[in-house]
């Protein structure tokens, strides 16, 4: 039985098995993106939240999903590489995975489960979890959501201080 989030596998971008465990003890902002929406501006919010915020314990992790709209086709490389030169990520990111239906992601399961608080699909690209330190799931925003709004910030750095 899987206890918290950083008990979850899944597979980096680049390849590694296990995204989370690096990252355990940390607040994280977990995040399904996509290449070719109307939100992909946001990973410049996102990149600027995690370069500001990291050195106090906080993480963006990024999980790339082709479900919306078909909004993210490209290779692992090729969201990489995306990311890297159009926003400057550096936050973690896993291997493409879906996050609704039959297939969705031990990760989505998890974050979804009724038990937890925040129960049903992910409604688009851009939608945001918030995970504390010790791997309960604290909150759970719409995609609309901009990394800089005022109550997505106040409860990261509440997060912060727990």
């Not at 410049?44 to 050195?55: K, M, S, T, Y």
């Not at 106090?56 to 692992?76: I, L």
Request: charged share 20%; hydrophobic share 35%; net charge negative.
């Amino acid at each position: 039985m899987v206890s918290d989030f950083f008990d979850l596998t899944v597979q980096a971008i680049e390849g590694s098995s296990n995204l989370l465990g690096p990252l355990r003890g940390r607040v994280l902002l977990v995040v399904n993106v996509a290449s070719r929406c109307g939100l992909t501006p946001q990973y410049a919010g996102l990149e600027q939240l995690h370069d500001e915020l990291q050195e106090h314990g906080f993480s963006v992790v990024g999980f790339p999903c082709n479900q919306f709209g078909a909004q993210e086709p490209g290779s692992e490389e090729e969201i990489r590489r995306f990311c890297s030169t159009t926003y400057g990520v550096t936050f973690p990111m896993s291997a493409k995975l879906e996050v609704n239906g039959p297939g969705r992601h031990a990760i989505y399961q998890w974050l979804t489960d009724p038990a937890r608080g925040f129960p049903g699909d992910i409604e688009w690209n851009f939608e945001k979890f918030l995970i504390g330190r010790d791997g309960r799931l604290l909150g759970r925003y719409p995609p609309t959501t901009r990394p800089e709004d005022n109550g997505l910030r106040q409860e990261i750095a509440d997060a912060l201080t727990e």
